[in-house]
């Protein structure tokens, strides 16, 4: 499962750069340090992993750049998963 994150993880970068050079959206004042998914993909995809549930997009434009405490927070804040388990982002 890991390779399908990779997969969009490295399709973001391709199109968009690595988040890295970009200010966190979130706070705006931290620089970004990673690709968080946003959620709201009408073709999201989900796949098992280690007991949780992970969500993620092959469309790079639904990732936000995030430094780490705002993607932590997201990641805790994120819409509920209607599946046993718990809802997690990829790319941590
Ligand atoms: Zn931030």
Sequence with gaps: MADLYRGAHSRTVKVRGPATDYDCLACGVRPAAEWAYRGGDPDEMRAPSNGAVCAYSDDPSYYDPLCRPCHRF??????PDPGPGQLVLPFD
């Design 74 to 79: 997201r990641d805790g804040h994120g819409p």
